[in-house]
């Protein structure tokens, strides 16, 4: 069983940074691969990042490659989503997600967070 909390959203301007946390409860937070989703209104939740238990892995969606970069620190039990150049169709609630086997990229995670606002004016 893991807990997930986000934290680090808010208002921004375009072409400004954001820095999200996820921090995970339990002692076993290297297993879990953790990833990124947004949800905009009126849209599907759809995925942003993810990273293997190691780190040794990343993953990103087209639109944030080059952007965003997603990185973890276990002994923290905290993965962190920096989010650079952001753009108004950036803006959508970030939800933070774990899970222990399966394709990272999909939405079948095991583990949510509770989500957190991220809104990038023009």
């Known amino acids: 069983q893991v807990q997930l909390v986000e934290s680090g959203g808010g208002l921004v301007q375009a072409g400004g940074s954001l820095r999200l946390s996820c921090a995970a409860s339990?002692?076993?937070?290297?297993?879990?691969?953790m990833g990124w989703f947004r949800q905009a209104p009126g849209k599907e939740r759809e995925f942003v990042a993810a990273?293997?238990?190691?780190?040794?892995?990343?993953y990103y969606a087209d639109s944030v490659k080059g952007r965003f970069t997603i990185s973890r620190d276990s002994p923290k039990n905290t993965v962190y989503l920096q989010m650079n150049s952001l753009k108004p169709e950036d803006t959508a609630v970030y939800y933070c997600?774990?899970?222990?086997?399966?394709?990272?990229?999909?939405?079948?995670?095991?583990?949510w967070g509770q989500g957190t606002q991220v809104t990038v004016s023009s």
């Open positions: 997600a774990a899970r222990t086997a399966g394709n990272p990229l999909t939405y079948d995670y095991g583990y």
């Open positions: 339990g002692r076993t937070f290297s297993y879990y691969c």
């Open positions: 990273i293997r238990g190691s780190g040794e892995r990343t």
